[in-house]
């Protein structure tokens, strides 16, 4: 299941880096400086699917790719 959840944050983190038009589309006005935040949570995106799928940080990544989705849920909602 790791290995999914990895994979889609791979995508999204993708996503995020080689279109960012389309995230800025639905990222809330009251975000500042929209662009460069898309892009930073793009690679922690990368850096938590990573993570995942190793041994020593999965806990972490898992607490922090949770905490991660919290803070980008408006953006989703």
């Not at 990895?6 to 809330?28: D, Q, R």
């Not at 662009?35 to 190793?54: K, N, R, Y």
């Amino acid at each position: 299941m790791r290995w999914v959840l990895a994979a889609f944050y791979v995508a999204a983190g993708i996503a995020h880096l080689m279109a960012p038009e389309a995230l800025l589309s639905i990222t809330p006005s009251w975000v500042p400086f929209a662009p460069q935040v898309i892009f930073v949570t793009g690679l922690c995106e990368l850096a938590g699917a990573l993570a995942l799928v190793t041994s020593p940080l999965r806990a972490l990544a898992g607490v922090a790719l949770a905490a991660y989705a919290l803070c980008v849920w408006p953006a989703n909602f």
